[in-house]
């Protein structure tokens, strides 16, 4: 059993950043390969970044390629997101996510799933 608990998210303007947080506890915590995924209002969830369980390779999406970096700290069982030069089309629930590579970027899904954190991003 996981649970992942995302932090970080809320209001700014266009060209801002934001670093989001993903906390994880459990007995497994952080062993798995470990992402992040997107929903906005009225689209499909949408693939955003990813991390092997080693920190060693790094996934992102095409649409915030140069802008987003993922990270982590296995000591700190944290995973983060930073996101800069934020754009209105960044607006979306972000969720944290567990398990592999190939679920995250095929599949698009996951063993384990956050509740999500609220980014909105004005123009």
């Known amino acids: 059993q996981v649970q992942l608990v995302e932090s970080g998210g809320g209001l700014v303007q266009a060209g801002d950043s934001l670093r989001l947080s993903c906390a994880a506890s459990g007995r497994t915590s952080m062993t798995y390969d470990m992402g992040w995924f997107r929903q906005a209002p009225g689209r499909e969830r949408e693939f955003v970044a990813a991390?092997?369980?080693?920190?060693?390779?790094?996934y992102y999406a095409d649409p915030v390629k140069g802008r987003f970096t993922i990270s982590r700290d296995n000591a700190k069982n944290t995973v983060y997101l930073q996101m800069n030069s934020l754009k209105p089309e960044d607006t979306a629930v972000y969720y944290c996510?567990?398990?592999?590579?190939?679920?995250?970027?095929?599949?698009?899904?996951?063993?384990?799933w956050g509740l999500g954190t609220q980014v909105t991003v004005s123009s």
């Open positions: 996510v567990g398990g592999g590579l190939y679920q995250f970027r095929v599949g698009r899904s996951a063993d384990y």
């Open positions: 991390i092997t369980e080693s920190g060693r390779t790094r």
